[in-house]
């Protein structure tokens, strides 16, 4: 394993479970120093835990990223536990209300609003501000999704329209400060070996055999690879990304 993050701190949301986890290990394997942040504290520490039990450095540090006194104070506790703010991801999202648009609740909307699109601008806001002030800058990346810029599937709009969302605006982040040496691009999976990809009903073997048809790579993606897609965008290798949408979903969107 290379070591491109030794240094580093990197701070990623949504961190208890599935893509923001395997995020945060990745990151950790390389040498980084990670602050995993989410709402609920024990699967947070729960990855803490990991990254710990192979020699890495992290901290737990529960948050809501709808709340910006709360995102403004996760910025700041990484900055203060680990000197600085080199890397973030900004990976908490939620899916719900599916079904056509005549019928898609309000609440159903304004909660995917609140955590996929303004919990994003929130998280950006916090880390650019941190980030600018720095000499060496920083690299953010977003999690968005092949749905919606890429793709668009029926019974999914308000998720739909979030995620283009956060692809348009980590496009207009990226041009607006990358003059304050603030690098901005989103890594946009398809469907992962997560929970959020299961049907209704449907367990992860049901899922492999739908993959076979669905996908042309004949599979979903492994959380691995999707974190190496991440750290790519992060890393020096990627130095002349800026508002690239790296879309990973084995072909579905194509």
Same mark, same amino acid.
């Given at each position: 394993?290379?070591?491109?993050? %030794?240094?580093?701190?990197?701070?990623?949301?949504?961190?208890?479970?599935?893509?923001?986890?395997?995020?945060?290990?990745?990151?950790?394997?390389?040498?980084?120093?990670?602050?995993?942040?989410?709402?609920?504290?024990?699967?947070?520490?729960?990855?803490?835990?990991?990254?710990?039990?192979?020699?890495?450095?992290?901290?737990?540090? %529960?948050?809501?990223?709808?709340?910006?006194?709360?995102?403004?104070?996760?910025?700041?506790? %990484?900055?203060?536990?680990?000197?600085?703010?080199?890397?973030?991801? &900004? &990976?908490?999202?939620?899916?719900?209300?599916?079904?056509?648009?005549?019928?898609?609740?309000?609440?159903?909307?304004?909660?995917?609003?609140?955590?996929?699109?303004?919990?994003?601008?929130?998280?950006?806001?916090?880390?650019?501000?941190?980030?600018?002030?720095?000499?060496?800058?920083?690299?953010?990346?977003?999690?968005?999704?092949?749905?919606?810029?890429?793709?668009?599937?029926?019974?999914?709009?308000?998720?739909?329209?979030?995620?283009?969302?956060?692809?348009?605006?980590?496009?207009?982040?990226?041009?607006?400060?990358?003059?304050?040496?603030?690098?901005?691009?989103?890594?946009?999976?398809?469907?992962?070996?997560? %929970?959020?990809?299961?049907?209704?009903?449907?367990?992860?073997?049901?899922?492999?055999?739908?993959?076979?048809?669905?996908?042309?790579?004949?599979?979903?993606?492994?959380?691995?690879?999707?974190?190496?897609?991440?750290?790519?965008?992060?890393?020096?290798?990627?130095?002349?990304?800026?508002?690239?949408?790296?879309?990973?979903?084995?072909?579905?969107?194509?």
């Amino acid at each position: 394993m290379s070591a491109r993050f %030794t240094g580093k701190s990197v701070l990623v949301t949504g961190a208890g479970s599935g893509i923001g986890r395997a995020v945060a290990l990745a990151f950790a394997a390389e040498g980084a120093a990670v602050a995993v942040a989410g709402r609920t504290a024990a699967p947070l520490d729960e990855t803490v835990e990991l990254i710990e039990k192979e020699g890495g450095r992290a901290v737990a540090v %529960t948050a809501d990223v709808t709340r910006s006194e709360d995102v403004r104070a996760m910025v700041r506790r %990484t900055v203060e536990h680990f000197g600085g703010l080199d890397v973030a991801v &900004n &990976n908490a999202g939620v899916f719900r209300g599916g079904g056509p648009v005549a019928d898609l609740a309000e609440e159903d909307w304004r909660s995917l609003l609140d955590t996929n699109v303004t919990g994003v601008l929130l998280s950006l806001q916090a880390e650019i501000a941190a980030m600018r002030d720095q000499p060496g800058g920083g690299a953010i990346v977003n999690i968005s999704s092949n749905l919606g810029a890429h793709a668009r599937i029926p019974g999914a709009a308000g998720y739909l329209t979030t995620k283009a969302a956060v692809s348009a605006l980590t496009r207009a982040a990226a041009l607006d400060h990358i003059a304050d040496g603030v690098r901005i691009n989103a890594v946009s999976p398809g469907p992962a070996a997560t %929970t959020m990809s299961l049907r209704r009903g449907e367990d992860d073997a049901d899922r492999a055999v739908r993959m076979k048809s669905e996908s042309p790579l004949g599979r979903v993606s492994s959380t691995a690879e999707i974190a190496a897609a991440v750290l790519y965008l992060a890393s020096p290798d990627a130095a002349s990304a800026v508002g690239t949408d790296l879309v990973i979903d084995g072909g579905t969107s194509a």
